[in-house]
């Protein structure tokens, strides 16, 4: 009988009950394919390998992350709680230490969630992996945590919410934004004031391969980990860089993608994108659970996989290695950044964001308060074609007196404008959550 090296625990939701629409790319077959691949490899036989159900997270869970108008019920279903709470499931699963590892294979996704949501956007309704890294916080203390988002489209939600936090590394490795939704994920984009660095954008050309993937994985991003020295690595496991996925243009197999958790050894692994029903998902899945729990994986192979035709271009291979070395030079100088202000001013952004699932139009202006001693209060002004005016403010865990005193100052201050339809407070600190 076939042992785990690594205990591996498996989280499953297939979310039955919810669908774009019948023939989306983003249904319920993308997941029951998987349960019988899994199956029928006798996976569920190898000793160390578990299954387990998936809980619901609760409306405080998305609050700790997100500003949601009107309210979370409005813009979420049970569904992506369900699959929020799997992802949570994964985490106590490690955090409690019942497993070495864990695998949420859940749907719906969420990396393009955003800090603010007012719908769906990019499939995505709340960012499943935001909810289960701010429970872990919640309930096991601060943690360093890096997330490695693998999905072929740049995780902007996931990068928004965690632009300004300074212990959170997100490192995404995704198909160039001049190519592909979401048409973002640029070297330049490296974080907020306070945590100029922490983010980390690996924008790859149409065609890369394994190659170029596991290049990148190899003299980037786990120098890079090594140099943070995470707590946490949380693998963001979109699967769309797959050869045969219907609205990508990448070359990675499932073997590749087993090497890539091989190598990156994440505590957890949420699924994201992916939507080769068939011909990808059984097998990456296959390939990353093998992979996690230390077991053999050279015999995952799909059926019409060729590896003469996979092969990369040389002259992709020498662009990879340049973005690869642009992208190392930017961080190990990010420390030596000068901020511009002075602590106790704001930096201030303005951005035009469309839902592209929901058709919703938002503006928003964003002032994060510079701050030596935390993540600095963060207020958010949003305007949306669904929602009149409202007012986000999150004092950060963490967060000095000054930053917390300024954050009820200006809710304070936007009460008495009565301006604002809706007003939320985040209070990470005191564990204080407000709406009104």
């Not at 330049?188 to 290049?215: C, H, R, W």
Request: glycine share 8%; charged share 25%; net charge negative.
């Amino acid at each position: 009988m076939l042992k785990a090296k690594n205990r591996l625990g498996i989280i499953f939701f297939p979310a039955y009950d919810w669908a774009i629409s019948p023939t989306h790319p983003e249904r319920q077959e993308r997941l029951l394919y998987t349960q019988d691949q899994l199956k029928e490899e006798g996976v569920f036989d190898i000793d160390g390998i578990g299954e387990y159900k998936p809980e619901v997270a609760t409306v405080q869970d998305v609050e700790r992350v997100h500003f949601c108008f009107p309210d979370v019920e409005s813009v979420c279903t049970e569904s992506h709680l369900i699959s929020a709470g799997g992802a949570i499931t994964a985490a106590k699963l490690v955090m409690e230490k019942k497993e070495d590892r864990a695998f949420a294979l859940v749907r719906p996704p969420g990396h393009h969630a955003m800090k603010v949501v007012h719908g769906a956007r990019g499939f995505c309704n709340i960012n499943i992996e935001a909810v289960m890294v701010e429970y872990i916080r919640e309930h096991y203390g601060q943690k360093r945590i890096a997330i490695v988002d693998t999905d072929c489209h740049h995780g902007d939600g996931s990068q928004d919410i965690y632009w300004n936090d300074p212990n959170t590394l997100y490192i995404s490795i995704h198909q160039d934004g001049r190519t592909l939704y979401p048409g973002s994920g640029f070297v330049d984009e490296m974080g907020g004031p306070n945590a100029i660095g922490k983010t980390v954008n690996i924008p790859l050309p149409p065609q890369t391969s394994d190659e170029g993937f596991l290049y990148v994985l190899e003299k980037v991003i786990l120098p890079i980990l090594d140099d943070f020295k995470p707590d946490l690595i949380i693998n963001s496991a979109g699967q769309d860089n797959h050869y045969t996925d219907p609205i990508t243009n990448m070359r990675f197999s499932a073997r590749g993608y087993a090497r890539l958790n091989e190598l990156l050894r994440p505590d957890i692994a949420v699924l994201e994108g992916g939507y080769s029903i068939q011909g990808a998902l059984p097998y990456v899945n296959l390939g990353i659970v093998l992979a996690m729990a230390g077991v053999d994986y050279s015999h995952v192979r799909e059926p019409d996989y060729n590896s003469d035709a996979m092969k990369q271009n040389p002259v992709i291979t020498q662009y990879i290695k340049k973005v690869g070395q642009d992208v190392l030079d930017r961080y190990r100088n990010s420390r030596n950044f000068v901020m511009r202000g002075m602590p106790g001013n704001y930096m201030v952004r303005k951005k035009p964001i469309f839902y592209d699932t929901d058709g919703i139009r938002e503006n928003q202006v964003e002032s994060v308060m510079i701050c030596n001693e935390c993540a600095g209060i963060l207020k958010i002004e949003s305007l949306s074609s669904v929602n009149p005016l409202c007012l986000c403010i999150e004092v950060p865990l963490g967060a000095c007196d000054r930053c917390r005193d300024e954050g009820y100052r200006i809710l304070k201050e936007g009460k008495q404008k009565n301006i604002y339809a809706y007003i939320q407070l985040i209070n990470r600190r005191d564990r204080e959550y407000l709406r009104f």
